[in-house]
């Protein structure tokens, strides 16, 4: 089976500079109950966007209209906490193609990739500019290009290079599936279960 | 060069193994629950495949399970749905299932290890980050995400990085009041909730070694809180004996089999580790945590640290988790007046830890200000604390022992602290909401969740136990 493809964007983003996000705020556990990935989006940052009686929070930065994009910029630490996958798919479902941190929880990345959703692990220093640029400009865009590697500020011309395994990069670029590869190895499976 | 327990195990169930690629890794059982599962089996039918090895799963239903007349229907539809949806599709694809009712039935990470499922030298994953509670049987075992439950279902393996190796050393004798959940948390508030992100830590030293298995589960439960991708610790007699007789443990010349191989399961002593950390015993207080995350703890006669202590960039993080626990720099937690007590969740709610809180509150009662919670980790846990009579000492004391499930450590079930409340909680995770809307949790030892229930307010253990020596 395909995944979605990504490999290249340029959008105004969304900055969220807090740290150690866990993926409790990302997507509380009472919303877990729905057995299907679609429709986590409504529900993304529940308690920090909604009041309890559901009012949009006016000072929570996706209720802030100037602010847009298919980026997400957070503080270290980025997805913390419980191995749901609903998280990477609320964000995803909002309408996020990338996450930039300066540090990833390790099961959130690789929930990330699994769905088409870029984490870009920048320095705390690059980080820290993109929240400058955007304080100061609501509108500055985000280049991020998978492809050859590297994230800029497009107003300022500051990049970085970044990291990502080679195997998950071709699955991304190229919308390749773990599974189809992992069966692809079936003979290998049946002989390491052969005493 | 000598080789890490880790890396004993890893190689041992390495499938293949190429350059630019992540290792396949074969996993020997695979732990199901009925919140990160369902996509995966709608996955496997869009596919068209059966679960590869349906006898190397094992499911139950835990998360949204009620804890109080389980022999009732679930009342709120959809985590009855749920639990529904996870019968019909393991009765389809012919796995197992310990559901509610079933003698077996309990927390993922109680029941495994129980019933002899997790033992030494294994691979066990889970949709479920606590799933590093199994590697205190020296085995590798982490949570995964649901495209990673598919790809196990669909071939057995996962496609997996091999994580650095980092040891954990705590050498020394521990004080008085101080156990197994205090060495946890005073680790992670020493080195952050993200201070073992990318490595696999195997816990070592006469402390940990001192430890009952109970102990060493909830040493290595929390390794997730400290972000590292599972904890482990080298099996010994400790181990064997826990092992040995239980229900799927192997029996007879199987056993002798298993047992000569478990003995090779330790870290070579020139094994190379990543990193390397130690801590003394005698430095450890009992420990509570104030802020939210678990990386937020101090012992607990310290008071909550200032602002200012922090770098400029950080400040604004830990402003926001003050003001939501609603306290100030340098307050005491101390006599800070509390709501309720949670004794339960996949870290603290085995039988001995239903022991050591019921040995604890015997002829002591409840204050008036405080609601307890007492909820045993599984079906057989329950049943063991009923046969030793320690329901009857938690009744007396105020403390009623509830059914299993995991109850109010993730606000999913009907187990909600109310909005603005104080609980003081034997669980693993104090982020905001985490309990419920709005509620703040105090993350503690059972030991100092029980003197609090009883004094109604933030208690130091130790002044209990002076009083008793006296």
């Known amino acids: ?195 | 060069m000598g080789q890490t327990l880790f890396d004993k195990i890893w190689d041992a169930h390495v499938v293949s193994s190429n350059e630019g690629f992540p290792d396949i890794l074969y996993i020997d059982t695979h732990f199901i629950h009925e919140v990160t599962s369902p996509q995966a089996f709608d996955g496997l039918r869009a596919r068209g495949l059966p679960v590869f090895r349906p006898q190397q799963t094992v499911a139950t239903a835990d998360h949204n399970v009620p804890t109080w007349d389980q022999h009732l229907p679930i009342k709120e539809e959809l985590s009855r749905y749920q639990v529904d949806m996870l019968t019909k599709n393991c009765a389809e694809f012919g796995i197992e299932l310990y559901g509610l009712g079933h003698p077996f039935q309990g927390i993922v990470h109680v029941i495994g290890p129980e019933l002899g499922i997790t033992r030494p030298g294994g691979t066990y994953v889970c949709g479920d980050s606590h799933t590093s509670t199994h590697g205190a049987f020296g085995a590798i075992a982490f949570g995964i995400g649901t495209s990673q439950v598919e790809q196990v279902m669909a071939t057995q393996c996962l496609l997996q990085s091999r994580p650095k190796r980092m040891k954990i050393e705590v050498n020394g004798n521990l004080q008085k009041g101080v156990g197994a959940k205090d060495i946890i948390l005073y680790i992670i508030s020493q080195i952050s909730a993200a201070g073992g992100t990318g490595y696999a830590v195997e816990y070592a030293g006469d402390t940990i070694r001192a430890l009952s298995m109970e102990g060493r589960m909830t040493i290595c439960n929390m390794s997730i809180e400290m972000g590292a991708r599972c904890g482990l610790i080298a099996p010994d007699e400790t181990t064997i004996n826990y092992v040995k007789g239980r229900e799927f443990a192997p029996k007879g010349e199987e056993w002798d089999k298993a047992v000569a191989y478990w003995q090779t399961l330790y870290s070579d002593e020139d094994a190379e580790f990543d990193s390397v950390l130690s801590f003394k015993a005698e430095d450890i207080e009992p420990m509570i945590t104030y802020g939210t995350n678990p990386g937020m703890g101090i012992g607990v006669t310290q008071h909550v640290p200032e602002t200012a202590s922090f770098e400029q960039k950080e400040q604004g993080s830990y402003k926001k988790a003050l003001d939501y626990m609603g306290l100030h720099d340098d307050q005491q937690l101390l006599g800070k007046p509390i709501d309720y007590v949670f004794i339960g969740s996949c870290t603290n709610s085995r039988i001995e830890d239903l022991r050591e809180v019921a040995q604890f509150v015997k002829g002591k009662h409840k204050a008036d200000n405080v609601t307890v919670w007492v909820v045993p980790g599984s079906k057989q846990v329950q049943e063991q604390a009923i046969r030793e009579g320690l329901d009857k000492i938690f009744d007396a004391a105020g403390f009623p022992l509830r059914e299993p499930g995991c109850s109010a450590c993730l606000g999913m079930n009907e187990d909600k602290i109310p909005a603005g409340k104080y609980c003081v909680s034997t669980s693993n995770r104090n982020f905001e909401g985490r309990q419920g809307p709005n509620s703040r949790t105090f993350l503690a030892s059972p030991l100092t969740a029980a003197a609090s229930a009883i004094t109604g307010v933030v208690t130091d253990i130790r002044e209990f136990l002076s009083e008793e020596v006296v």
């Open chain 1, 1 to 195: 089976m395909s995944t979605k493809i990504f490999k290249h964007i340029q959008t105004s983003v969304v900055p969220l500079p807090i740290e150690n996000i866990d993926t409790d705020q990302i997507i509380p556990a009472r919303f877990l109950k729905a057995t299907t990935r679609e429709g986590f989006g409504n529900n993304l940052f529940r308690d920090w966007r909604f009041d309890n009686d559901g009012n949009p929070k006016q000072d929570f930065v996706l209720n802030e209209p100037k602010y847009s994009g298919k980026i997400l910029v957070a503080g270290k630490n980025f997805g913390c906490g419980s191995s749901r996958e609903h998280a990477a798919w609320a964000i995803a479902d909002y309408g996020f193609d990338a996450v930039v941190s300066s540090f990833f929880a390790d099961i959130f990345k690789g929930n990330a990739l699994n769905n088409g959703l870029l984490p870009v692990q920048v320095s705390d220093d690059f980080l820290k500019r993109i929240f400058e640029v955007v304080d100061a400009d609501p509108h500055a865009e985000v280049e991020i290009d998978l492809v050859d590697q590297f994230i800029k500020i497009v107003k300022t011309g500051e990049q970085e290079s970044f990291e990502v395994n080679p195997y998950k990069k071709a699955c991304m670029t190229n919308g390749y599936d773990d599974i189809d590869y992992i069966l692809s190895k079936k003979e290998l499976i049946l002989q390491f279960e052969t005493p």
